[in-house]
């Protein structure tokens, strides 16, 4: 079964607004990941938080990780268009620590 | 320091035929991962190899399935007797020696399509 479940599934918002997904998994993490995927292709590595980590920045990216409730969040802030893709959270766990178990994705379209 | 590279990108095959996809990692890797990624949903772990090693097999259907990482070349997933459900995109990843492998770097994935 799937770890993590991204909410909303779809997003559409205008160019400079800020998007955010969400994102939850069910059992002891090491790490959470975010992934951007653009339509037809593959992979894109966004930003990884670690377990013990709270909040993390990259760019105009921000990741907060709550353990406790077992949830994360990735915040685009002034989005463009070329930020429309599938945003995926994707955990590791501590009895597994290589395998990405991956969400479903959320579709975010960014209109100009 | 080129990216992972699969080849095919993309492949028809008719039911019953053999799938054979290629995976070459970056430079400097040694584990490979293969994922499957059925349409609109999120990937799904199937195989986790080391050269010559199968280390965790656990996603990938006992049947019909099969990976290998030989000690030269590239990754091989390979699917015999195909049939329409097995119609996806496959990707996959590597990661670096042990001590750093949280991070993996994805290919640009093989789309399979099965007649």
């Known amino acids: 079964s799937q770890q993590g479940e991204e909410d909303p599934q779809a997003l559409s918002i205008q160019e400079g607004e800020n998007a955010t997904m969400n994102c939850s998994y069910k059992t002891s993490i090491n790490n959470l990941q975010w992934y951007r995927q653009n339509s037809g292709r593959g992979l894109v590595h966004l930003i990884l938080?670690?377990?013990?980590?709270r909040e993390k920045h990259s760019g105009r990216l921000r990741v907060t990780l709550d353990t406790s409730k077992k949830s994360s969040s990735l915040l685009i802030t002034a989005s463009r268009a070329a930020d429309t893709a599938s945003y995926f959270c994707?955990?590791?766990?501590?009895?597994?620590?290589?395998?990405?178990?991956f969400g479903s994705g959320t579709r975010l379209l960014v209109r100009p | 320091n080129a990216g992972v590279m699969q080849n095919p990108r993309h492949l028809v095959r008719r039911r019953g035929q053999e799938a054979r996809l290629r995976c070459s990692p970056m430079k400097g890797h040694s584990h490979v991962y293969w994922y499957r990624q059925l349409p609109e949903e999120g990937l799904k772990f199937m195989v986790y190899l080391q050269k010559e090693n199968i280390i965790d097999e656990s996603g990938m259907p006992k049947e019909r399935f099969s990976a290998e990482f030989p000690k030269e070349g590239p990754s091989i997933l390979r699917i015999q007797q195909v049939v329409r459900g097995d119609s996806a995109a496959y990707f996959c990843?590597?990661?670096?020696?042990?001590?750093?492998?949280?991070?993996?770097?994805f290919g640009p994935g093989t789309r399979l399509t099965v007649l």
């Open positions: 994707a955990t590791q766990s501590a009895g597994s620590s290589y395998k990405l178990i």
């Open positions: 938080i670690r377990s013990n980590e």
């Open positions: 990843a590597s990661s670096p020696p042990s001590w750093d492998r949280d991070t993996q770097y």
